[in-house]
């Protein structure tokens, strides 16, 4: 069975530190998906990225960035020079098609990054 | 480019009331289309999904109940709420069109007094 681990339920951090949120993912799967949305107060869900299982090069994406490891069956996000507005909770998620169907998500990890 | 859009944005129920959420997507056919409930502080949980007009899978029992009258219309519904039914409810379709996955609603807030 399929299974997301976020370990962290809530971060704090003081305004320009570094962050990173834990992933951790099971499956028996040998193709799947890997996915971060970010759920700030207003409550929508913000897709930031989608990472096949074939691919384990990292991504940058401005101050964010993703480091997939399949040997460790992680896929952790780091926010560099946190700001307020990353104030969310985000959520891990995991899936065997590509667009998402059957997806399964972690707890969610509560970030409160302050000023 | 495809939209969804979910209403009423908030909503206070009394308990034993009826519940009618709709949700619908454009710009895209025949989406899988889902709901997704998350209680205070929680993570989300699958509530149900559907492949298709009128089919239509329960992940969870519960006092809930959803239709998909039309192909990019999904409708959550309950006879009588419950108190434990209050959350936030979030719909959210996938599908060829969807290249990164899940695309959510604003959601909808739901509290049963």
């Known amino acids: 069975a399929q299974k997301v681990t976020q370990a962290q339920t809530e971060i704090s951090v003081v305004e320009k530190e570094d962050v990173t949120l834990d992933c951790v993912y099971e499956t028996r799967d040998t193709t799947y998906y890997l996915f971060w949305y970010k759920q700030p107060p207003s409550g929508e869900l913000v897709f930031l990225i989608r990472r096949n299982s074939f691919d384990e090069q990292n991504e940058i994406s401005g101050r964010y960035s993703w480091n997939f490891q399949k040997s460790t069956s992680s896929f952790n996000f780091t926010i560099t020079a946190s700001q307020v507005v990353d104030s969310a909770v985000y959520f891990c998620?995991?899936?065997?098609?590509?667009?998402?169907?059957?997806?399964?998500f972690g707890p969610g990890t509560r970030l409160s990054v302050l000023p | 480019s495809q939209t969804i859009h979910q209403w009423p944005a908030t909503l206070v129920q009394p308990v034993g009331s009826p519940l009618s959420l709709e949700c619908t997507v454009e710009g895209t056919s025949n989406p899988n289309l889902y709901w997704y409930r998350q209680a205070a502080g929680r993570g989300l949980q699958l509530l149900f999904y559907?492949?298709?007009?009128?089919?239509i899978s329960s992940e969870v029992p519960q006092n809930l109940s959803a239709s998909r009258p039309q192909d990019r219309q999904f409708i959550l519904s309950s006879k009588k709420l419950l108190l434990s039914d209050s959350g936030f409810y979030l719909c959210a379709w996938s599908g060829v069109d969807s290249n990164y996955g899940y695309t959510f609603g604003s959601g909808t807030r739901l509290t049963v007094v």
């Open positions: 559907s492949i298709g007009i009128d089919q």
């Open positions: 998620a995991l899936s065997e098609k590509p667009y998402g169907q059957n997806f399964v």
